[in-house]
């Protein structure tokens, strides 16, 4: 296979050491106030916010530039309600039980339930799968590398990007996934990585009293 072209690297915004700790100072100043969000608002979204934000996500970079990332918006309320009812079936399996204790005790703190009415209160749904491989214009299999980790980047990048434009989201990660291949159209060669609730705070929201690990506690330097 050749190798790709080159081009110039895009130039990066010209700043001084003491700007460009600002910038990153003010970055993660602003990301500390992002939460998990269970109460949304069903105040409407502009498609075209999320559109910028997922080619946001879609700059993630990812092994051997595969990227196996696929992205499906919903703001279809007939479509959210079937999501809702296929996700709360499994929910209830799951807290009744396919989860092990120890996890159901590490939810305990966080007040979880099967209900999951925020997947039809909030505007927007977006279901995020990764290929496990593709295949080449003759039909066969190709090969992804490191899909998980790539799709994870990708995902993080989302999460921040929405939280830059104003939005709320919550990570929804039913057990098992499949049904969202069926709903959501997408190819058994896709596996569903989880489904991200996009969305204002409900006026009233009110979130845990959580405690972040200060830096030293997750970072070291050598």
């Known amino acids: ?16 050491d003491a700007e460009r700790i600002a910038a990153a100072r003010d970055f993660a100043d602003r990301l500390s106030r992002r939460r998990t969000v269970r109460d949304f608002a069903a ?27 696929r992205f499906v918006a919903v703001q279809d309320p007939a479509l959210k309600r079937r999501i809702r009812d296929a ?4 929910e209830r399996a799951f807290y009744a039980h396919r989860a092990p204790g120890e996890w159901l005790e590490a939810l305990a703190p966080l007040g ?22 593709a295949f080449d214009d003759a039909g ?10 790539s799709v994870g980047i990708a995902t993080g ?20 996934m499949g049904f969202l291949n069926a709903l959501l159209g997408r190819p ?7 489904l991200l609730v996009v969305g204002h ?20 330097f050598l």
């Open 1 to 16: 296979m050749k190798p790709y072209p080159t081009i110039a690297l895009p130039p990066m915004p010209a700043r001084t």
């Open 43 to 69: 105040t409407p979204v502009p498609r075209e916010l999320i559109e910028h934000c997922l080619r946001a996500a879609g700059t993630a970079p990812s092994g051997a530039n595969q990227q196996p990332w």
């Open 87 to 90: 996700a709360e079936a499994e």
């Open 112 to 133: 979880t339930d099967a209900d999951k009415p925020f997947l039809e209160t909030a505007p927007w749904l977006i279901g995020i799968f990764y290929e496990r491989f």
């Open 140 to 149: 066969n299999k190709v090969k992804r590398y490191y899909p998980h980790e």
């Open 157 to 176: 990048l989302l999460i921040a990007a929405l939280h830059e434009a104003g939005l709320a989201t919550l990570t929804h990660t039913p057990s098992p």
């Open 188 to 194: 058994k060669h896709e596996m569903a990585y989880l």
């Open 201 to 220: 705070p409900a006026a009233d929201c009110r979130v845990p009293d959580l405690r972040r690990l200060a830096l030293d506690e997750y970072a070291g």
